[in-house]
């Protein structure tokens, strides 16, 4: 499984919801409009000093863990 690089969401790559090319590498998305998202900044993305995506596992589908405000303390 591939990571959605704009959700952090698992996506199978061979049946992806959206994909695109920047900088010669293919991104997969969960759907069309975390690509819209990520072709607004693709730095935002693929800069290799952006933080990573946390991602947390909910029974059996990993999804992106997110701050609250006990976190950010």
Known sequence: MAIDPACGVEVDPTDPGASTTHQGT???????GCKEHF??????????TAE?????????VRTQRLCTSEDNS
């Open 26 to 32: 293919t991104y997969v998305f969960c759907s069309e």
């Open 39 to 48: 072709e607004a900044n693709p730095d935002q993305y693929v800069d290799s």
């Open 52 to 60: 990573s995506i946390e991602l947390g596992q909910i029974g059996d």
